[in-house]
């Protein structure tokens, strides 16, 4: 079974415009979570869709924004970038079923200049 | 409340030896505490992880141990190797009511000497 891919796996950006980055869960997996990785504040949980809803919601602005589709193929968005987002963006599928296990792809590494 | 805190923040070990990493927790509606290991340039894999039910788990070289009164969990690597230098990371999580949202700790950067 394949895994969760994520594309672009790298994306150089200038500050001010806005990004989008996609994330495919394993098949069979209808929940996507996103999470961003930085030396400074480690992993935290930006939000969670399951069956095209947000169920979950980190404390990020509302510059950040996802959504999922009904294959369950979930994209992010970030508006208005700052040097600040500079950071590896990770998405992770579960089943969402009890202890709801999740597998995180490789990530997207973005640059803001 | 959310917070998951780990030590050490970095750990040096002879192949052969014993890693240990620990984490404690502050809410204890916790009841999922995952282990991930991260490679550089790679995302975080599930290694093993724990439900508060039981005081330890064991899958191969690695073992959780879990201290639910103490709110405390802990991962060894039996007989470490080099192949075991990576970046781990505990975890936390509501189960029911926050779904998949995991709480990280701030990670141990393992390295294991040949």
């Known amino acids: 079974k394949a895994g969760v891919t994520q594309t672009p796996r790298y994306l150089i950006k200038t500050r001010g415009q806005q990004v989008t980055l996609s994330c495919s869960p394993i098949?069979?997996?209808?929940?996507v979570s996103w999470y961003q990785q930085t030396p400074g504040q480690g992993l935290q949980f930006l939000f969670e869709?399951?069956?095209?809803?947000?169920?979950n919601k980190g404390n990020f602005p509302g510059r950040f924004s996802g959504r999922q589709f009904s294959n369950s193929r979930s994209e992010m968005n970030v508006s208005t970038l700052e040097l600040g987002d500079s950071a590896l963006y990770l998405c992770a599928s579960s089943l969402r079923i009890l202890p709801y296990e999740q597998y995180f792809g490789p990530g997207t590494r973005l640059t803001v200049t | 409340q959310q917070q998951v805190k780990q030590s050490p923040q970095s750990l040096i070990v002879q192949k052969g030896g014993i890693s240990i990493i620990n984490c404690a927790y502050e809410?204890?509606?916790?009841?999922?505490f995952p282990w991930y290991q991260q490679f550089p340039g790679k995302g975080p894999a599930l290694l093993i992880a724990?439900?508060?039910?039981?005081s330890e788990k064991k899958e191969g070289r690695f073992t959780i141990s879990f201290n639910k009164s103490a709110k405390q969990f802990s991962l060894h690597i039996m007989d470490s190797q080099p192949g075991d230098s990576a970046t781990y990371f505990c975890?936390?999580?509501?189960?029911?009511?926050?779904?998949?949202?995991?709480?990280f700790g701030e990670g141990t950067q393992l390295t294991v000497n040949p």
């Open positions: 975890a936390a999580s509501r189960g029911e009511t926050s779904g998949s949202r995991l709480t």
């Open positions: 809410n204890t509606a916790f009841d999922y």
């Open positions: 098949s069979g997996h209808r929940s």
């Open positions: 724990i439900r508060p039910d039981v």
């Open positions: 869709y399951f069956s095209e809803t947000q169920r």
